[in-house]
């Protein structure tokens, strides 16, 4: 307990950290962190699409429209706050953990609840049966907002990169077994559940952290106007994640659902697997330097130029290379995704690349404001996906990837908190986006080659990645001098030693 007491009480003061280098020590974490998850996740959607139909993935897409919901609501944002303020105390810690612990119930209690009409709403009773075994996840969760914000507030980037790393790698086993075993959609329950136990317990063994029995609605009462703020933010991520699947999944089916949901969820992993880890680092980051403006600005332009120069080629390159991608992934069965895929690669660029506008807003404590730029967003997403379902999933995939370019809007919104404009975000975006565009026609190019088209799918898909990679690497380092300038530097540190 001596530990626990001395861990939590050095959280309750921001040091005075050397954040440059904390933050390249958390990028190298995430980095690596980027590419084993990769790994991980091409391994294990390769075997389960070979051991699972696409109806299981349906099944399980349309229970998480309900699961996401409850889970993106349940902390209320409590533990960023807990990350953002400059001090905090012990009586705060155990006031959030009671407040999360009760949320996570009662919204167990309400996905059970909400199970019953969703089976009606699908047309399937057992998205119902999933739900209800999937509540528990809510419970789970809750019970680690207090090691979460610790770890974070005293930038603690190797331990989070164990415990998550680590959650990731035995939640796939357990759904590989389960699917092996022939579970079905179950198994990808079994994993996820498996997941959060073991994440729960995991983040207790790095803060042992015991709540005292106290709670004060006044401590809640003064964080409501920045936990509520995250709230609503919370709703509008999740419609703006949700709505597509919601009506998708209702006029077209489990099956359909699947083949969309998986070519989503493939091209969402650029923005889950990449640029939402940097802003668990650049969150903390940016909140210490709140009184140094020019420092500030100088991270944000570094931090923003090096996001969007590795997303923005991830997602041209995943739509540039879908055919060979399904075929290598999932099986000539899945096809049917492939124009769908294509189209969420280049609206996940975009999404990745803005994905620094988040940090901002909260480091700036200016998460209301975040909400209503993000409310327009979610209204222009919620017209275009209404209007282009008797299209089919590739008419709601092109409305999709259209109405992301408002993410651009966002994004200026949060560099005028901190005096940057247009030209600042040109000078980050337009390196990128233009040597990926011509990656993209490069690599199509090469795909139409008729000798490829004889070769294997893996091989066709190392060639093009190759070749595109090469060619993305030359232009942008041609149009960046920013970008020329870093890589030089990190050529000559390596060098050196």
């Known amino acids: 307990m001596k530990r626990a007491r001395t861990l939590l009480r050095r959280s309750f003061y921001r040091r005075d950290l050397a954040v ?96 019953y009409p969703a089976s009606s709403f699908f047309g399937d009773a057992k998205v119902g049966e999933i739900l209800r075994v999937l509540g528990l996840n809510f419970i789970l969760g809750s019970l680690s907002i207090v090691p979460t914000a610790v770890l974070s507030r005293m930038m603690r980037f190797g331990t989070e990169f164990w415990i998550q790393n680590t959650t990731i790698i035995l939640r796939t086993l357990a759904a590989i077994a389960a699917a092996a075993a022939g579970w079905g959609a179950w198994s990808l329950v079994i994993g996820a559940l498996a997941g959060s136990l073991i994440s729960t317990v995991l983040y207790f063994m790095a803060v042992p952290y015991l709540p005292r029995l106290r709670f004060s609605r006044r401590v809640l009462t003064q964080s409501w106007r920045t936990s509520s703020g995250y709230l609503g933010n919370s709703s509008l991520y999740y419609l703006n994640t949700n709505l597509d699947l919601m009506l998708v999944g209702r006029a077209l089916g489990a099956t359909a659902l699947g083949y969309y949901q998986s070519a989503r969820s493939l091209t969402d992993e650029i923005r889950g697997r990449i640029a939402m880890p940097v802003q668990n680092v650049l969150f903390p980051a940016f909140s210490a330097l709140q009184s140094d403006r020019p420092r500030f600005r100088a991270l944000v332009m570094r931090a923003a130029l090096l996001m969007s120069a590795l997303v923005v080629p991830i997602g041209f390159g995943v739509s540039a290379n879908a055919d060979a991608l399904v075929r290598t992934l999932y ?162 540190r390596l060098w050196r030693n």
């Not at 209503?372 to 590739?394: D, F, H, K, Q």
């Not at 975000?425 to 337009?430: A, F, I, N, P, R």
């Open 20 to 115: 440059g280098r904390q933050v390249m020590h958390g990028a190298a974490y995430q980095f690596v962190s980027i590419g084993l998850r990769t790994l991980i996740t091409i391994g294990s959607t390769a075997i389960l699409a070979r051991l699972l139909l696409p109806a299981d993935f349906g099944y399980v897409a349309m229970a998480t429209v309900v699961t996401e919901l409850a889970g993106l609501l349940g902390a209320l944002g409590l533990s960023n706050v807990l990350v953002q303020r400059a001090t905090i105390n012990r009586l705060q810690l155990d006031t959030f953990f009671w407040a999360s612990v009760g949320l996570g119930c009662a919204l167990s209690a309400a996905v059970v609840l909400l199970s």
């Open 331 to 492: 099986g000539t069965n899945w096809l049917a995704m492939v124009p769908v895929m294509q189209l969420f690669g280049l609206s996940a660029s975009i999404r990745a690349a803005t994905a620094i506008a988040a940090p901002l807003f909260a480091a700036n404590d200016r998460v209301g404001l975040s909400f209503r730029y993000n409310l327009v967003g979610t209204i222009i997403m919620a017209v275009a996906v209404l209007g282009s379902t008797p299209w089919g999933v590739e008419g709601v995939s092109l409305a999709v990837a259209v109405s992301t370019c408002y993410a651009f809007v966002g994004m200026h919104a949060a560099f005028r908190l901190i005096q940057l404009g247009v030209k600042d975000m040109l000078k980050v975006l337009l390196p990128p986006y233009a040597a990926a565009s011509v990656m993209w026609v490069a690599t199509k190019a090469v795909f139409d080659q008729a000798c490829l088209q004889e070769c294997g799918a893996l091989l066709q898909l190392v060639v093009q990645v190759g070749f595109g990679a090469m060619v993305y690497l030359a232009m942008v380092l041609l149009l960046s001098v920013p970008l020329r300038r870093e890589v030089m530097a990190v050529l000559h």
